[in-house]
T-cell receptor, first 112, second 115 residues
Framework: EAGVAQSPRYKIIEKRQSVAFWCNPI?????LYWYQQILGQGPKLLIQ????????DSQLPKDRFSAERLKGVDSTLKIQPAKLEDSAVYLC??????????FGDGTRLSIL | AQTVTQSQPEMSVQEAETVTLSCTYD???????LFWYKQPPSRQMILVIR??????QNATENRFSVNFQKAAKSFSLKISDSQLGDTAMYFC????????????FGTGTSLTVIP
């Protein structure tokens, strides 16, 4: 089966600019997750979708981050405006009920 | 809230030797799943092994096995016959299926296999 697809693989922007990441989960997976992973740390959940509804967005900095999964399939995560501390790898994962998460390759974001 | 603790930030092992990575968790749930994920320097997270809490038998996957102690809330990973390709970050994870598959990750253990 095809894995979780993410794009772009790398992104470099200046602070205060905006950026968007895209994720296409494994077909049939109802749950989609976005994580932020800072170098040397574990993944931090930003938002979790169940189909097109939000299960958990308690750690999403809502003043600058937004995410959507309009049709319950692919998803976009946006940062506007970016700050230096947003430099990280953004991971997307998906899962079906009672099954482990499958991760994409991630997007490495560098803020100048 | 669920917490997952990995008390060993870094470990090393000689090639072909055995190493055990520790993980403890705190939960009041009775139905849950536990996982070990591996993240090599190329950064994609890969599932290594899974354990359902209702199963008493410890899971094994080739050279990887777990020691699941439900009462002690402990879930350690044993890697036998360590290989250079095992060098990676290892994350322990806890999942609650009844609340929409919520996952909780530990802070990770960086394992280096020494030739």
């Amino acid at each position: 089966e095809a894995g979780v697809a993410q794009s772009p693989r790398y992104k470099i922007i200046e602070k205060r600019q905006s950026v968007a990441f895209w994720c296409n989960p494994i077909s049939g997976h109802a749950t989609l997750y976005w994580y932020q992973q800072i170098l040397g740390q574990g993944p931090k959940l930003l938002i979790q979708f169940q189909n097109n509804g939000v299960v958990d967005d308690s750690q999403l900095p809502k003043d600058r981050f937004s995410a959507e999964r309009l049709k319950g399939v692919d998803s976009t995560l946006k940062i506007q405006p970016a700050k230096l501390e947003d430099s990280a790898v953004y991971l997307c994962a998906s899962s079906s009920f009672r099954e482990p998460q499958h991760f994409g390759d991630g997007t490495r974001l560098s803020i100048l | 809230a669920q917490t997952v603790t990995q008390s060993q930030p870094e470990m090393s092992v000689q090639e072909a030797e055995t190493v055990t990575l520790s993980c403890t968790y705190d939960t009041s749930e009775n139905n849950y799943y536990l996982f070990w994920y591996k993240q090599p320097p190329s950064r994609q997270m890969i599932l290594v092994i899974r354990q359902e809490a209702y199963k008493q038998q410890n899971a094994t996957e080739n050279r990887f096995s777990v020691n699941f102690q439900k009462a002690a809330k402990s879930f350690s990973l044993k890697i036998s016959d360590s290989q250079l390709g095992d060098t990676a970050m290892y994350f322990c994870a806890f999942m609650k299926p009844n609340t929409g598959n919520q996952f909780y990750f530990g802070t990770g253990t960086s394992l280096t296999v020494i030739p």
